[in-house]
């Protein structure tokens, strides 16, 4: 990584460039779609287990197709966005990673509460969530301001 000390603190010299945010926004969303589609697509199989876990159990394990999806995104999201690539499948194939501002990587709580934050700025201030990029730097989202993280081109 190119990093720097500058009065004490380490800048990211990759992040610094204005290249590294060129696209972002479009890349992002296109990354969510193919993300969400994976995540459906990953439901698939977790479903069919709990169908007959309810069979099993008389009709108790049923009860888990309510915590079915929103389980099977954290576990993909902490597995993929948490990991060393700083990325999810759709990140990477849109050619995007999420980085710290400090310079520390993506540990997987921090990917979870990522994505949390940005379900639930969706559900009270939907609009917003995306409108919020256009007026800061770095064209970064409320939930990116609240973690000091950003959204860069990889390979910039």
Known sequence: MNARVLDGDITNTRLDDVRAYEGVRTRRVLAFVLD????????????????????????????????????????????????????????????IRLDRLDGTQIDGLTAVVHSVLFWAGNVILSPLVLLVTLFTDRKRTLHDLLLGTVVSRTGR
Do not use: H, K
């Open 36 to 95: 969400y589609i994976i995540v459906a697509l990953l439901t698939i199989p977790f479903a069919i287990l709990v169908f007959f876990l309810g069979i099993l159990t008389l009709g108790l394990g049923w009860m888990l197709f309510g915590v079915l999806v929103p389980g099977v995104a954290i576990l993909y999201i902490w597995n993929t966005l948490g990991s060393s690539d700083q990325a999810t499948t759709g990140m990477r194939i849109m050619g």
